[in-house]
């Protein structure tokens, strides 16, 4: 039976993407969608070609890709895993200037480093970048944020027939991604990169010490430093900078550390039941993991940092969105309190609107200018 596509919502931006640009790339990590998506905004285009670039066939099409590319002139291309060859940028670069016009090429990604650097240098002003995050909440029909907490957003674990389906999905994931999802890279230790990311699942929300990580691992601060880029760089970590306009207060300056998903966290840290992931330590951890999610795939283009002072001063997240600034604060309890701290940095900041992200049903008013909101409210919090 076909499965029942559930809508991204990002498909308006990256239609509109196509009408306005040559080369759209849509990027993101592995299994998050992105073929299902383009799939599905080209199955009712005659002159769309969908091309695998992991399919031996579809990769021999292309081995006079000029000669092949130049008899598809008015067709969109699609090119998946375009990071598999990334020697074809140049050849898209020319055939864009060539042809003139929009809408030639969709190229989907699951590795920045290689997509971001070869389409910066060879197609700047030609593409626009979308990226699409695992499913957001607002994306899901099921609104039980209890099983997307433990589950996470990767299609094939939140749609899983069971929670043992789930899990055994996502370590096949994670095994996967080690062995050969990584293999692009060279001074790669699969067994190092494990224990230091599920390190990192045990440290999630935390700033990140890069001398203990490697002191913990026996390697160099380089090798670590290395290690996370590549995390990062394969959308498997998030890193949020420090909120740093404030000179007048001694703030924290090193980075924090999220793992990229809660499914990801959870399966890391080998809790595969909701029980287990609301009574472990790092449960606080993983709900700011989840409404970073969610605010990442809400405001793709908004500045996300953290605020922090050595006197114990505190906002989770600071999101500077156009002209706007927003503060949100994560709290995973029914009944959220805001602690003195948090209080003490919204009037350092002023942002424009200030909320409680809780497992709440409705949002209602903690106090002026400050609101509880539920999850699934996050996509709103720049409406006021």
């Known amino acids: ?3 029942k596509y559930l809508p991204r919502n990002c498909e308006s931006s990256v239609l509109l993407g196509l009408k306005r640009n040559p080369v759209v790339a849509l990027i993101g990590p592995r299994q998050c969608g992105k073929s299902t998506l383009a799939r599905k905004l080209i199955e009712s285009n005659p002159n769309a070609l969908y091309l695998d670039l992991e399919r031996p066939s579809d990769l021999a099409k292309l081995s006079d890709p000029e000669l092949y590319l130049e008899s598809k002139k008015d067709k969109l291309v699609c090119l998946d895993e375009i990071q598999r060859k990334p020697d074809l940028f140049p050849i898209l670069r020319s055939l864009c200037d060539d042809w003139g016009g929009m809408g030639h090429f969709l190229i989907l990604g699951s590795a920045s480093r290689d997509l ?22 607002d994306e899901l029909s099921d609104s039980d944020w209890r099983k997307y907490f433990l589950r996470g957003g990767f299609p094939r674990a939140i ?17 996967t991604f080690l062995e050969r ?43 670590i430093r ?14 949020v900078p420090p909120y740093l306009n404030n000179l007048g207060k001694r703030l924290v300056k090193s980075p924090k550390v999220y793992i990229c998903d809660t499914g990801i966290a959870c399966s890391l840290l080998g809790l595969s039941s ?5 009574s472990h330590p790092c449960v606080g951890s993983l709900w700011e993991q989840m409404v970073l999610s969610n605010l990442r795939g809400n405001f793709p283009h908004a500045d996300i940092a953290f605020y922090r002072t050595s006197s114990g001063a505190e906002i989770d997240f600071i999101i500077k969105n156009k002209n706007k600034t927003v503060a949100v604060e994560c709290k995973v309890s029914g009944s959220p309190v805001v602690q003195k701290g948090t209080y003490s940095a919204l009037d350092a900041i002023r942002p424009d609107a200030a909320y409680v992200a809780a497992p709440v049903k409705e949002a209602y008013p903690l106090k002026e200018k400050l609101w509880v909101v539920p999850l699934k409210d996050l996509r709103n919090i720049f409406k006021f």
Not at 121 to 129: D, F, K, Q, S, V
Not at 159 to 175: G, H, M, V
Not at 189 to 215: C, D, F, G
Not at 226 to 239: A, Q
């Open 274 to 278: 909701f029980d287990d992931a609301f």
């Open 1 to 3: 039976m076909k499965e």
């Open 159 to 175: 749609l899983a027939e069971s929670d043992a389906a789930c899990f055994d999905w996502l370590e096949s994931f994670i095994q």
């Open 226 to 239: 290395r290690y996370i880029d590549l995390l990062k760089e394969t959308f498997m970590l998030d890193v």
């Open 181 to 223: 999802d990584l293999s692009f890279w060279r001074e790669f230790v699969p067994e190092t990169m494990r224990r230091l990311w599920r390190m990192l699942a045990y440290n999630n929300a935390q700033i990140v010490n890069y001398s203990r990580l490697a002191s913990s691992l026996g390697v160099s601060d380089a090798t």
């Open 116 to 137: 971001l650097k070869q389409s910066a240098e060879t197609l700047a002003g030609r593409i626009r970048y979308e990226t699409l995050t695992p499913f957001l909440f």
